[in-house]
Antibody, heavy 112, light 108 residues
Framework: EVQLQQSGPELVKPGASVKMSCKASGYTFTDYYMKWVKQSHGKSLEWIGDINPNNGDTFYNQKFKGKATLTVDKSSSTAYMQLNSLTSEDSAVYYC?????WGQGTTLTVSS | QIVLTQSPAIMSASPGEKVTLTCSASSSVSSSYLYWYQQKPGSSPKLWIYSTSNLASGVPARFSGSGSGTSYSLTISSMEAEDAASYFCHQWSSYPFTFGSGTKLEIK
């Protein structure tokens, strides 16, 4: 069974950075791009970017360039997203997704 | 970027009613790269329809998808209570990939 297990909720202060994870199982990790998606306040979805786990190539939404950094660790079949210079506008649920399978989401709250 | 406009934003339907949700694109989208997702409160989105008209695994046959170019739709032939959810269209035909703002479908 294909599964994407995301790391737990995060509460961070404005200006800080956070790195969240997405562990894949049930398939060959390097066979599928991993996408990251932001959902603010239960509203619509924004594509942050994709990463090719095979070679680390990344494709970002211009809106999130400089905000998000996508990486992978092939040895552990885990994808990571780091968000920096956090503000309240970054508070949201962040999903990793393979397209046909999504993680359960990581809730990020940015608050002092 | 390609803007996807979904309508209606909110609708309610009675059990047994036929429902059609639409997704209009600001520029042409390759039908192979137009997907629909279903999301229920507190859950992550689920792939519902891929490549315009193909039902994802486990999706009831009362659902169908159609369209081409800039106009796409998702249809439920006979509404059931379990179909109450939000539905998002998604294009990954061109960068940046985008999602529609969603249609919230409620049961009357």
């Amino acid at each position: 069974e294909v599964q994407l297990q995301q790391s737990g909720p995060e509460l961070v202060k404005p200006g800080a950075s956070v790195k969240m994870s997405c562990k894949a199982s049930g398939y060959t990790f390097t066979d599928y791009y991993m996408k990251w998606v932001k959902q603010s306040h239960g509203k619509s979805l924004e594509w942050i970017g994709d990463i090719n786990p095979n070679n680390g190539d990344t494709f970002y939404n211009q809106k999130f360039k400089g905000k998000a950094t996508l990486t992978v660790d092939k040895s552990s079949s885990t994808a990571y997203m780091q968000l920096n210079s956090l503000t309240s506008e970054d508070s949201a649920v962040y999903y990793c997704a393979r397209g046909d399978c999504w993680g359960q989401g990581t809730t990020l709250t940015v608050s002092s | 970027q390609i803007v996807l406009t979904q309508s209606p934003a909110i609708m309610s339907a009675s059990p047994g009613e036929k429902v059609t949700l639409t997704c209009s694109a600001s520029s042409s989208v390759s039908s192979s790269y137009l997907y629909w997702y279903q999301q229920k409160p507190g859950s992550s989105p689920k792939l519902w329809i891929y490549s315009t008209s193909n039902l994802a695994s486990g999706v009831p046959a009362r659902f169908s998808g159609s369209g081409s170019g800039t106009s796409y739709s998702l249809t439920i032939s006979s509404m059931e209570a379990e179909d109450a959810a939000s539905y998002f269209c998604h294009q990954w035909s061109s960068y940046p990939f985008t999602f529609g703002s969603g249609t919230k479908l409620e049961i009357k």
